[in-house]
């Protein structure tokens, strides 16, 4: 066979079959399939506003200090004869339980020789009493003496006048006349200088009733007992150990009340205080009185655990603090360490650093949405055809998961809660609906106080 025939149906021949195949496909082909556009709807998460109560709260943070300590200070000195076994850091006292007795044998020395020196002044009085009797009976019997001396130096003087005596007798009569009335004058000064001696007697016996009275502080003093439940937090004497007047003794803490002093932010507070009082141009300190209407919860929390206790505000700073910009708040715990034997976790203790939630009265029918469904005043809405819809609202409490809101949004609407970018109005949305949110809301604004 020619060699060109040869090439030409080895190579030529399938080439030229499968341009053959080439162009019958392309003339079998069917035209493409041709569709309207149409619009992707954009998938995003809402909730449905309703009306819920809520329970607007702050937090802040702060250390424990006992509602009231006790330092034991020695108001008499001696010896300690005496100790409570229990008396040690960390031991629990109950109130009236005797903890420490001074040695009392000087107060008791001094007592007694203030008795009997008190003693002596009442004999003394009773002495003057009886003096003074004596006295004014004397001046009875020498009074009726002078009075007959008189009467004879009257009779003698008118028988001189007659001539009837001499003048040697009359004078006579005259110096036995003023003899008599010297007697009389004598006990009559004796009898009015007994007053000065009483009220000088009564002026000593009350320096021995000052003597006795200090006496018997001093030895009711020398007892040490404890004047409320107490923990004790520091001891400072031993056996034998002689005391000072006014040596510290014995440091303890009260177990039937704690404190802490949460620092608030300003802004929280005065938001806190603003959503229920009436007083909008008032200032957050001149609303602090209204602590009657404020709640409060301390939490402890462990790696393992979380204690809580209710609390009641009591108080505030009376000035701000300027570098951290808060407002002192300081609440109240009873019985803070009932819990002690009921669980393992420990008591409300002297400088545990917890958290402290103020919350305020209950808010009805409020209209809350999430923080993260707020963008710059504004809140996405699903109107009828699902198309994205932009709403102006006020926020009247911020919270730490939550807003309370005002303005157009009403119950019933659906707002947006995830993240939209682009977001453009009248876009196609795919609505999610993500209960989750208003039950969180509900969690977050729940009443924590329970008395």
Not at 246 to 272: E, F
Request: net charge neutral; proline share 5%; aromatic share 6%.
């Amino acid at each position: 066979m020619n060699p060109s025939i040869k090439r030409f149906l080895i190579f030529g021949v399938p080439v030229l079959v499968s341009l053959v195949i080439v162009v019958v496909l392309i003339r079998l082909k069917a035209e493409p399939l041709r569709s309207d556009a149409s619009e992707l709807a954009v998938a995003v998460r809402t909730m449905n506003v309703e009306p819920v109560n809520i329970w607007p709260k702050v937090s802040g943070y702060g250390l424990v200090e006992p509602g009231k300590t006790w330092q034991a200070i020695a108001q008499t000195g001696g010896k300690i004869i005496a100790r409570n076994e229990k008396l040690f850091p960390g031991s629990f006292i109950s109130a009236g339980e005797e903890l420490i007795r001074i040695d009392p044998q000087k107060a008791e020395l001094a007592l007694a020789k203030a008795l009997a020196s008190i003693d002596s002044c009442k004999m003394k009085l009773v002495e003057l009493e009886v003096n003074k009797k004596n006295l004014e009976a004397s001046i009875a019997i020498e009074k009726k003496n002078l009075d007959l001396t008189e009467k004879d130096l009257e009779r003698s003087k008118q028988l001189l006048v007659k001539k009837a005596e001499a003048q040697a007798s009359v004078d006579q009569k005259y110096q036995a006349y003023y003899q008599q009335l010297a007697k009389v004058q004598v006990l009559r000064n004796s009898v009015a200088t007994i007053p000065v001696t009483e009220k000088l007697v009564q002026a000593e016996m009350a320096v021995y009733k000052a003597a006795e009275t200090d006496a018997l502080f001093e030895i009711e003093n020398s007892i040490i007992q404890a004047p409320f439940d107490c923990r004790v937090v520091e001891v400072k004497v031993e056996i034998d150990q002689y005391v000072q007047t006014g040596s510290i003794l014995v440091k303890a803490d009260s177990v039937n009340t704690a404190r802490i002093r949460a620092q608030i932010p300003l802004d929280k507070m005065r938001s806190l205080v603003s959503s229920w009082s009436d007083q909008s141009s008032a200032s957050a300190s001149e609303k602090i009185p209204h602590i009657d209407k404020l709640k409060a919860c301390v939490i402890f929390k462990g790696l393992d655990f979380e204690n809580r206790w209710d609390a009641k505000v009591i108080g505030g700073d009376s000035q701000l603090d300027l570098q951290a910009r808060t407002l002192g708040v300081i609440v109240e715990v009873d019985n803070p360490y009932e819990r002690m034997h009921a669980q393992p976790s420990p008591p409300l203790m002297r400088n545990m650093f917890c958290e402290v939630v103020i919350m305020g009265p209950m808010l009805s029918d409020s209209l809350v949405i999430p923080r993260s469904a707020l963008h710059d005043g504004q809140i996405y809405v699903l109107d009828n055809q699902s198309r994205l819809k932009r709403q102006n609202v006020s926020v009247t409490l911020v919270q730490e998961d939550f807003l309370l809101v005002s303005g157009e949004i009403q119950a019933g609407d659906r707002v947006v809660v995830s993240d939209l970018i682009p977001a453009i109005d009248g876009m196609l949305l795919k609505p999610v609906l993500n209960p989750a949110v208003i039950e969180n809301i509900r969690k977050a604004s729940a009443n924590i106080y329970q008395p």
